[in-house]
Protein backbone atom coordinates (compact mmCIF):
# COMPACT_ATOMS: atom_id res chain seq x y z
CA UNK A 1 0.00 0.00 0.00
CA UNK A 2 1.36 3.40 -0.92
CA UNK A 3 2.53 6.04 1.88
CA UNK A 4 3.72 9.01 2.87
CA UNK A 5 7.24 8.79 3.97
CA UNK A 6 9.84 11.33 5.86
CA UNK A 7 13.01 11.58 6.32
CA UNK A 8 15.23 12.46 8.57
CA UNK A 9 12.76 10.75 11.07
CA UNK A 10 14.84 12.61 13.91
CA UNK A 11 16.48 15.89 13.81
CA UNK A 12 18.82 17.73 16.12
CA UNK A 13 19.95 20.88 15.49
CA UNK A 14 21.87 24.16 17.53
CA UNK A 15 19.32 27.66 17.46
CA UNK A 16 19.36 29.71 15.00
CA UNK A 17 20.26 27.03 12.20
CA UNK A 18 18.51 26.37 9.24
CA UNK A 19 16.76 22.84 8.66
CA UNK A 20 14.87 21.29 6.09
CA UNK A 21 12.40 18.88 6.36
CA UNK A 22 11.73 16.06 3.38
CA UNK A 23 8.60 14.34 2.96
CA UNK A 24 7.64 12.21 -0.08
CA UNK A 25 3.86 11.97 -0.89
CA UNK A 26 2.13 9.42 -2.17
CA UNK A 27 2.82 10.01 -5.98
CA UNK A 28 -0.57 10.36 -7.46
CA UNK A 29 -1.89 12.90 -4.61
CA UNK A 30 -2.10 16.94 -5.36
CA UNK A 31 -2.64 18.05 -2.03
CA UNK A 32 0.19 18.28 0.09
CA UNK A 33 0.41 19.92 3.95
CA UNK A 34 2.13 20.21 6.75
CA UNK A 35 1.42 20.20 10.27
CA UNK A 36 3.38 20.23 13.78
CA UNK A 37 2.85 18.80 17.32
CA UNK A 38 4.30 20.27 20.28
CA UNK A 39 4.83 17.60 22.81
CA UNK A 40 1.94 16.98 24.25
CA UNK A 41 0.01 19.04 22.46
CA UNK A 42 -2.17 18.63 19.73
CA UNK A 43 -1.44 18.70 15.74
CA UNK A 44 -1.38 22.22 14.11
CA UNK A 45 -2.30 23.12 10.37
CA UNK A 46 0.91 24.83 9.02
CA UNK A 47 0.75 24.81 5.38
CA UNK A 48 -1.06 23.30 2.48
CA UNK A 49 0.28 23.35 -1.39
CA UNK A 50 -1.40 22.95 -4.46
CA UNK A 51 -0.67 23.34 -7.74
CA UNK A 52 3.11 24.74 -7.15
CA UNK A 53 1.88 27.41 -4.77
CA UNK A 54 0.68 27.64 -1.23
CA UNK A 55 -2.92 27.47 -1.14
CA UNK A 56 -3.54 28.28 2.82
CA UNK A 57 -1.46 28.85 5.83
CA UNK A 58 -1.46 29.28 9.51
CA UNK A 59 -0.29 32.28 11.42
CA UNK A 60 2.87 30.04 13.11
CA UNK A 61 3.91 29.71 9.23
CA UNK A 62 5.65 33.00 9.19
CA UNK A 63 8.49 34.25 6.98
CA UNK A 64 10.81 31.61 8.90
CA UNK A 65 8.92 28.72 7.18
CA UNK A 66 8.97 27.79 3.61
CA UNK A 67 8.03 25.09 1.71
CA UNK A 68 8.86 23.34 -2.06
CA UNK A 69 8.19 20.45 -4.55
CA UNK A 70 11.77 21.32 -6.13
CA UNK A 71 10.75 17.58 -8.19
CA UNK A 72 8.31 15.32 -8.82
CA UNK A 73 8.06 13.88 -5.89
CA UNK A 74 9.54 15.80 -3.02
CA UNK A 75 7.99 18.21 -0.68
CA UNK A 76 10.20 20.02 1.61
CA UNK A 77 9.73 22.11 4.94
CA UNK A 78 12.27 24.94 5.57
CA UNK A 79 12.82 26.68 8.69
CA UNK A 80 15.55 29.22 8.36
CA UNK A 81 16.63 30.29 11.62
CA UNK A 82 15.56 27.93 14.44
CA UNK A 83 14.00 28.60 17.94
CA UNK A 84 13.97 26.75 20.76
CA UNK A 85 9.70 26.62 20.53
CA UNK A 86 10.37 25.02 16.68
CA UNK A 87 11.17 21.66 18.64
CA UNK A 88 7.86 19.14 17.78
CA UNK A 89 7.14 16.43 15.29
CA UNK A 90 6.42 17.11 12.33
CA UNK A 91 3.79 15.64 10.13
CA UNK A 92 3.95 15.83 6.11
CA UNK A 93 0.40 14.45 4.58
CA UNK A 94 -0.88 14.36 1.26
CA UNK A 95 -4.30 13.99 -0.48
CA UNK A 96 -5.57 12.83 -3.76
CA UNK A 97 -7.16 15.12 -6.43
CA UNK A 98 -10.51 15.39 -4.34
CA UNK A 99 -9.69 17.54 -1.81
CA UNK A 100 -12.28 16.31 0.80
CA UNK A 101 -11.16 13.05 0.78
CA UNK A 102 -9.13 11.90 3.51
CA UNK A 103 -5.29 12.88 3.95
CA UNK A 104 -2.29 10.25 4.13
CA UNK A 105 -0.02 10.78 6.94
CA UNK A 106 3.68 10.64 7.14
CA UNK A 107 5.49 9.01 10.33
CA UNK A 108 6.71 12.31 11.68
CA UNK A 109 10.45 14.00 12.16
CA UNK A 110 11.03 14.77 15.23
CA UNK A 111 12.75 17.73 15.87
CA UNK A 112 14.92 18.68 18.38
CA UNK A 113 16.04 22.78 18.81
CA UNK A 114 19.13 23.16 21.16
CA UNK B 1 -12.06 28.39 21.56
CA UNK B 2 -11.09 26.29 18.72
CA UNK B 3 -12.58 24.32 16.25
CA UNK B 4 -12.77 20.58 17.48
CA UNK B 5 -12.86 20.21 21.19
CA UNK B 6 -12.89 16.52 22.37
CA UNK B 7 -14.44 15.29 25.60
CA UNK B 8 -13.48 13.41 27.74
CA UNK B 9 -9.83 14.56 27.38
CA UNK B 10 -9.39 10.95 28.66
CA UNK B 11 -10.73 7.99 29.37
CA UNK B 12 -10.49 5.00 30.60
CA UNK B 13 -12.14 1.58 30.32
CA UNK B 14 -11.82 -2.05 30.62
CA UNK B 15 -11.44 -4.42 27.24
CA UNK B 16 -14.55 -5.65 25.98
CA UNK B 17 -16.12 -2.18 26.81
CA UNK B 18 -17.37 0.19 24.53
CA UNK B 19 -15.86 3.77 24.25
CA UNK B 20 -17.11 6.57 23.55
CA UNK B 21 -15.68 10.09 22.49
CA UNK B 22 -17.26 13.37 21.56
CA UNK B 23 -15.89 16.05 18.89
CA UNK B 24 -17.32 19.49 18.80
CA UNK B 25 -16.52 22.28 16.42
CA UNK B 26 -17.57 25.69 15.61
CA UNK B 27 -18.20 26.32 11.54
CA UNK B 28 -19.66 24.87 9.05
CA UNK B 29 -17.65 21.95 7.82
CA UNK B 30 -17.20 19.60 4.26
CA UNK B 31 -15.99 16.41 6.15
CA UNK B 32 -14.96 15.31 9.98
CA UNK B 33 -12.14 12.61 10.07
CA UNK B 34 -11.22 11.01 13.09
CA UNK B 35 -7.54 9.66 13.71
CA UNK B 36 -5.57 7.67 16.00
CA UNK B 37 -2.09 8.31 17.50
CA UNK B 38 -0.11 5.98 19.67
CA UNK B 39 2.07 7.50 21.98
CA UNK B 40 5.20 9.46 20.23
CA UNK B 41 3.99 8.09 16.56
CA UNK B 42 2.54 9.33 13.82
CA UNK B 43 -1.35 9.69 12.54
CA UNK B 44 -3.35 6.83 11.50
CA UNK B 45 -6.79 7.76 9.72
CA UNK B 46 -9.91 6.36 10.90
CA UNK B 47 -12.91 7.22 9.16
CA UNK B 48 -14.51 10.15 7.75
CA UNK B 49 -17.64 11.58 7.60
CA UNK B 50 -19.16 14.03 5.29
CA UNK B 51 -21.59 16.92 5.67
CA UNK B 52 -24.05 15.13 4.25
CA UNK B 53 -23.95 12.09 6.01
CA UNK B 54 -24.98 11.03 9.61
CA UNK B 55 -23.37 8.11 10.55
CA UNK B 56 -20.72 5.86 9.54
CA UNK B 57 -19.69 2.43 10.36
CA UNK B 58 -16.20 0.93 9.60
CA UNK B 59 -15.64 -2.61 11.54
CA UNK B 60 -15.81 -1.91 15.26
CA UNK B 61 -16.22 1.98 14.43
CA UNK B 62 -19.38 4.10 14.64
CA UNK B 63 -19.10 7.68 13.83
CA UNK B 64 -21.75 9.92 13.61
CA UNK B 65 -21.80 13.34 12.76
CA UNK B 66 -24.96 16.17 14.17
CA UNK B 67 -24.30 18.78 12.22
CA UNK B 68 -27.23 21.19 13.97
CA UNK B 69 -25.00 20.92 16.76
CA UNK B 70 -22.06 21.02 15.36
CA UNK B 71 -20.62 17.16 16.76
CA UNK B 72 -19.47 14.44 16.07
CA UNK B 73 -18.93 10.95 18.04
CA UNK B 74 -16.60 8.31 17.48
CA UNK B 75 -17.68 4.91 19.07
CA UNK B 76 -15.56 2.08 19.40
CA UNK B 77 -17.22 -1.45 20.10
CA UNK B 78 -16.16 -4.25 22.12
CA UNK B 79 -12.65 -2.54 22.73
CA UNK B 80 -9.04 -3.93 23.17
CA UNK B 81 -5.88 -3.51 24.82
CA UNK B 82 -4.51 -2.14 21.43
CA UNK B 83 -6.77 0.27 21.38
CA UNK B 84 -4.92 2.47 24.00
CA UNK B 85 -4.10 5.75 21.55
CA UNK B 86 -5.06 9.16 21.75
CA UNK B 87 -7.92 10.10 19.34
CA UNK B 88 -8.50 13.16 17.20
CA UNK B 89 -11.54 14.29 15.25
CA UNK B 90 -10.21 17.05 12.49
CA UNK B 91 -12.69 19.03 10.43
CA UNK B 92 -12.14 20.48 6.95
CA UNK B 93 -13.78 24.05 7.81
CA UNK B 94 -16.39 24.70 4.03
CA UNK B 95 -14.33 28.17 3.56
CA UNK B 96 -10.91 26.70 3.21
CA UNK B 97 -11.82 24.57 0.20
CA UNK B 98 -9.74 21.63 1.31
CA UNK B 99 -6.61 23.25 2.20
CA UNK B 100 -6.93 23.80 5.49
CA UNK B 101 -7.58 20.97 8.38
CA UNK B 102 -8.22 21.81 11.93
CA UNK B 103 -7.30 18.93 15.17
CA UNK B 104 -8.94 18.94 18.43
CA UNK B 105 -6.58 18.80 21.53
CA UNK B 106 -7.74 14.61 21.79
CA UNK B 107 -9.24 11.72 24.23
CA UNK B 108 -6.79 10.09 25.39
CA UNK B 109 -8.02 6.55 25.63
CA UNK B 110 -6.57 3.50 28.17
CA UNK B 111 -7.96 0.23 27.65
CA UNK B 112 -7.46 -2.40 30.57
CA UNK B 113 -6.83 -5.73 29.96
Known amino acids: EPEVTQTPSHQVTQMGQEVILRCVPI?????FYWYRQILGQKVEFLVSFYNNEISEKSEIFDDQFSVERPDGSNFTLKIRSTKLEDSAMYFCASRDRDAYNEQFFGPGTRLTVL | SQQGEEDPQALSIQEGENATMNCSYKTSINNLQWYRQNSGRGLVHLILIRSNEREKHSGRLRVTLDTSKKSSSLLITASRAADTASYFCATDPRNTGGFKTIFGAGTRLFVKA
Open chain 1, 27 to 31: SNHLY
